[in-house]
């Protein structure tokens, strides 16, 4: 079989193929784009499309410019009669799955030239997303030394041809483009043998199509543009909004909100001025979050947990002259001194509930806006600012950090590239929209995805969540360490039956709490990692996941790691990508934006990346202890302590020492941790005298951020103040 350029078609087989282009481009208006990298790939080539419906073989067929090589499923061409006529118009080579030999007859065939089309998923997604890379397709790609020319097929899942019934709305004919992203050859260490190479491959090729599907995304847009895109993507009446008391929203609802809350600050603000959002998560926050972007305006979302002292701060660093809370919830939170407190301090204070009733001429315009109001229709610079988060302050003063519309829709695309959420899921988000886990990830990536999300107000009601979760048949729950182990401590064994995915973030996943979820639920939660600066960074998956990671990079993200004198594994941890900030506020220097060097933002994470790309954080940089000359991580510590004392919170510290620069103090919840018992068990880990706490201090509880993360700056001064007067107790 001949598999040369020198190939001949035959001229009815011309005429057919011309008339079938005809008809798809007439039917499905189909876009062939990256012609360019087609051309360069040169003479051995492996095309690699994803595959979403039964009309892929045919588009690839019938769309490149030379008549490629196709390798068919022996057992499927058998099974599908159907299929055998549209065989006869291609050149197809069949491989039987279960032969090694027909695949070394292929590798034989194709280190010969020419260019051959390989299926990596070796069959239809049902999910939508990819599916697993089967080896045979490694193989190939590893042993004929060909160049890897992914190929994008974009709106075929759309189809009545997909496998996606119930999943995504279909339609007849929806629009199909098919891009050729930039040619790869195969980066596996030539020292890997046997199956280690193979799954280094398979891995590599993973990869390559994560970053295929998020290469042809565009993440140049606003939100409001984002949010008119999904309505029009998914339904107007596709019901996305859920608050705790089941009052839905969809589409058209939401978006007629958001513009109706927008235009209120129109006259009181100028373009581009911070508004302070002091609310919980919920359809009114959401909605005027993303009525302030429509209007150019930048939602700047504070942590009512923080205390006056650092909220103002962090007004003062974003130049916030209002915010907008609810009556109902000040109440409810008791923060009617807080919010005293923050009118004293010279913010205009506006409540929600003074806009309840907005005129029936307003309502009827906003609904025409939101039904009918075409996507472009909201184009706007993607750059400006759109979202001001702060960070946690756990290790200082927190300071502003400024998204633009580009850098969230950037880490929406990164997250459904990698991970297979689909409309047919419920999200039950509880963690607060002023954190980054809870804003980006768990309201706005849903809301733009078409998937439905009960936003729960605090994240701390462990007995009530279990149950919203089984009300609503919840398939994806985020969460923090500490609020997951609470959920599952409280939870009836059955509250998480429909749950497939439960992402943990913000903080180490512990062991407790992993084996918690699977002896009661049977799920295995999935650690994540992100920064307030980056949004999500990694995250484990279905598809790629190795234990004691926080899983592989999105994509898109470029990083390096420098080394860090003392550190023999890991560095600290640089990344650049479209989902980093544009910078960052601090009180300082108010309205000031401070933007990373050259693109790339300083996490100060020591991380250590392993072959195949999965990431093992080995601590902040600043929890890092010099003692007697040796560099020990207080993360690394506390996690054995956990080992130990598995159930209760424990931090390690580093406190100032006259004779030795530092001296480490462990704060624990455990009442009669003795130091004695800590030594034994450390030393039988190997660890050396000088990296064991001298000394510990129990506390009834660890002081913890609102969103759930333990509050060093709090834990410093404690153990500070027990080693200055006393109070700890030593060996």
């Known amino acids: 079989m001949n598999t040369k350029k020198s190939w001949k078609v035959p001229g009815w087989k011309r005429r057919l193929c011309t008339l079938g282009r005809f008809i798809l481009r007439l039917l499905f208006r189909v876009e062939v784009r990256g012609m360019e990298h087609y051309r360069a790939a040169g003479e051995r080539v492996l095309i690699l499309p994803n595959h979403v419906s039964l009309l892929d073989p045919a588009l690839v067929a019938l769309f490149l410019p030379d008549p490629p090589l196709f390798t068919v499923n022996l057992f499927v061409a058998r099974t599908w009669g159907w299929v055998r006529p549209f065989l006869a118009l291609m050149r197809t080579w069949p491989v039987d799955p279960t032969n090694p030999f027909s695949i070394k007859s292929l590798i034989a065939e194709l280190k010969g030239g020419g260019r051959c089309v390989v299926f990596p998923e070796g069959r239809i997604s049902t999910?939508?997303?990819?599916?697993?890379?089967?080896?045979?397709?490694?193989?190939?790609?590893?042993?004929?030394?060909?160049?890897?020319?992914?190929?994008?097929?974009?709106?075929?899942?759309?189809?009545?041809?997909?496998?996606?019934?119930?999943?995504?709305?279909?339609?007849?004919?929806?629009?199909?483009?098919?891009?050729?992203?930039?040619?790869?050859a195969v980066q596996v260490p030539r020292e890997a043998r046997g199956r280690k190479r193979r799954e280094l491959t398979r891995i590599f090729?993973?990869?390559?199509?994560?970053?295929?599907?998020?290469?042809?995304?565009?993440?140049?847009?606003?939100?409001?543009?984002?949010?008119?895109?999904?309505?029009?993507?998914?339904?107007?009446?596709?019901?996305?909004?859920?608050?705790?008391a089941r009052k839905t929203a969809d589409y058209v609802q939401l978006t007629a909100a958001s513009l109706l809350l927008g235009k209120l600050f129109v006259p009181k603000t100028e373009k581009g001025e911070s508004v302070g959002v002091l609310l919980p998560g919920g359809i009114a926050t959401v909605a005027l979050t993303l009525g302030l972007s429509r209007f150019s305006r930048v939602s700047a979302m504070l942590n009512y947990t923080a205390g006056a002292k650092n909220i103002l701060a962090c007004a003062?660093?974003?130049?916030?002259?209002?915010v907008v809370t609810s009556r109902r919830f000040v109440a409810a939170g008791k923060f009617e001194k807080l919010v005293e407190a923050l009118r004293e301090g010279g913010l205009e204070i506006v409540w929600l509930e003074d806009f309840a009733d907005f005129g029936m001429a307003a309502k009827i315009a906003a609904w025409l806006c939101a039904r009918f109001m075409p996507a472009s229709a909201a184009a706007g610079d993607p750059d400006a600012p759109a979202l001001t988060l702060f960070t946690s302050g756990s290790e200082g003063m927190p300071k502003g950090v400024v998204l633009s519309h580009a850098n969230i829709i950037a880490n929406r695309n990164q997250l459904i590239s990698s991970i297979d959420f689909n409309p047919s899921d419920v999200v039950m988000n509880a963690m607060p929209m002023f954190h980054v886990f809870g804003c980006v990830v768990g309201t706005l990536m849903p809301l733009l995805t078409g998937i439905k999300t009960l936003y729960y107000p605090t994240p701390l009601h462990y007995r009530l969540i279990p149950l919203a979760a089984y009300d609503i048949d919840a398939t994806v729950v985020f969460g923090t360490d500490t609020f997951l182990y609470g959920y599952a401590r409280s939870a009836h064994p059955y509250d998480f039956y429909r749950v497939r995915y439960a992402f943990a973030g913000a903080e180490k996943l512990r062991g407790r709490t992993l084996q918690l979820w699977g002896e009661k639920f049977g799920i295995r939660v999935i650690e994540g990692y992100g920064t307030t600066e980056t949004s999500i960074l990694s995250a484990n998956t279905a598809l790629l996941f190795r234990a004691g990671t926080v899983g592989r990079l999105m994509p898109g993200i470029e990083w390096r790691a420098e080394s860090v004198p003392g550190i023999d594994e890991g560095g600290r941890f640089f990344v650049k990508g479209a989902n980093v900030m544009l910078g960052c506020l601090k009180a300082d220097k108010p309205g000031a934006l401070q933007s990373?060097?050259?693109?790339?933002?300083?996490?100060?994470?020591?991380?250590?990346?392993?072959?195949?790309?999965?990431?093992?954080?080995?601590?902040?940089?600043?929890?890092?202890?010099?003692?007697?000359?040796?560099?020990?991580?207080?993360?690394?510590?506390?996690?054995?302590?956990?080992?130990?004392?598995p159930g209760v919170g424990h931090?390690?510290?580093?406190?100032?020492?006259?004779?030795?620069?530092?001296?480490?103090?462990?704060?624990?919840?455990?009442?009669?941790?003795?130091?004695?018992?800590?030594?034994?068990?450390?030393?039988?880990?190997?660890?050396?005298?000088?990296?064991?706490?001298?000394?510990?201090?129990?506390?009834?509880?660890?002081?913890?951020?609102?969103?759930?993360?333990?509050?060093?700056l709090a834990a410093a001064e404690l153990a500070e103040t027990a080693v200055f007067s006393g109070a700890t107790r030593s060996c």
């Open 596 to 645: 990373p060097e050259d693109g790339w933002y300083d996490t100060g994470d020591i991380i250590h990346v392993d072959e195949c790309g999965f990431l093992t954080i080995k601590g902040r940089a600043k929890r890092f202890a010099k003692i007697g000359g040796e560099m020990i991580s207080l993360t690394a510590l506390e996690e054995e302590v956990e080992r130990l004392w």
């Open 205 to 244: 090729l993973s990869g390559l199509m994560r970053e295929a599907a998020y290469r042809v995304m565009d993440h140049r847009k606003t939100l409001f543009q984002a949010l008119l895109e999904a309505r029009d993507l998914y339904g107007r009446k596709r019901v996305v909004a859920m608050d705790a």
């Open 651 to 712: 931090a390690v510290m580093a406190v100032q020492d006259e004779r030795k620069g530092e001296q480490l103090v462990l704060l624990t919840e455990k009442q009669d941790a003795a130091r004695d018992e800590l030594s034994a068990h450390m030393k039988g880990l190997g660890y050396v005298e000088v990296s064991i706490p001298k000394k510990i201090l129990t506390v009834p509880k660890l002081p913890l951020l609102g969103s759930g993360k333990t509050d060093y």
């Open 316 to 322: 003062t660093a974003a130049r916030v002259k209002t």
């Open 127 to 184: 999910t939508g997303s990819l599916m697993k890379v089967y080896d045979g397709a490694a193989m190939l790609a590893d042993k004929t030394g060909a160049a890897l020319l992914p190929l994008r097929i974009e709106g075929a899942q759309f189809s009545k041809a997909s496998y996606l019934t119930g999943k995504f709305p279909l339609r007849w004919f929806p629009k199909i483009t098919l891009t050729f992203l930039p040619p790869s």
